[in-house]
């Protein structure tokens, strides 16, 4: 981070002890002394209090810490994603493997527990989309990057856009036939 640096920087620019500056921006000496050494960041009020007290631009003052922000959004949008992900991986086996236990412990209340499994799993899939196209990542190659935090060249992302709508049609084939063989177990064991 750079802010630390920069707020010691004008400081001892204007000849400011801690203690004069943090009479001036409304903290404590050990907050001044926190912010220039990286243990913590000034909330945006103080940040325009310490840019009036410069005189300077709040762009000056924290540049060099624009593209710090940018990363950490970006690495914790990347840890969202791989949440989300791994809740959904869960619940989808668990909704693979859990109807007929379900069913065969608990009758219809297992039915009803399952079908309020299945809406779970169906809610955070949605999640998982909304995320997908939020950061246009649509294909297998395309999320392993993301996570990785990296992206695709040009030509790699065409060639997996151009894979999309198959896969599409596959993942919809599976669906249905996912659909099918839980249908069929569900009509064999309430028979």
Not at 12 to 40: G, P
Not at 153 to 167: F, M, N, T, V, W
Request: aromatic fraction near 10%.
């Amino acid at each position: 981070m750079e802010l630390g640096k920069q707020i010691k920087k004008y400081r001892n620019e204007l000849s400011l002890s801690q203690e004069t500056l943090a009479d001036k921006v409304y903290v404590s000496r050990q907050t001044i002394s926190n912010w220039e050494n990286d243990k913590s960041y000034p909330d945006v009020n103080s940040l325009v209090l310490l840019s009036e007290v410069f005189q300077i631009s709040l762009d000056q003052l924290i540049k060099g810490d624009i593209a710090y922000m940018k990363e950490q959004i970006k690495l914790e949008d990347r840890k969202e994603f791989e949440k989300l992900a791994q809740v959904f991986g869960i619940l989808f086996v668990a909704v693979v493997v859990t109807p007929i236990p379900l069913i065969h412990l608990f009758k219809y209340v297992g039915v009803g527990i399952w079908v309020v499994l299945a809406g779970l799993a169906l809610y955070v899939s949605i999640l998982v989309e909304k995320k997908k196209k939020q950061f246009d990542v649509q294909t297998y190659k395309e999320i392993i990057a993301f996570t990785e935090g990296a992206r695709l060249d040009e030509i790699s992302k065409a060639r997996e856009e151009g894979k999309r709508p198959y896969q599409k049609i596959f993942l919809a084939f599976l669906a249905g036939m996912l659909t099918l063989i839980i249908a069929i177990v569900f009509v064999w064991l309430l028979k």
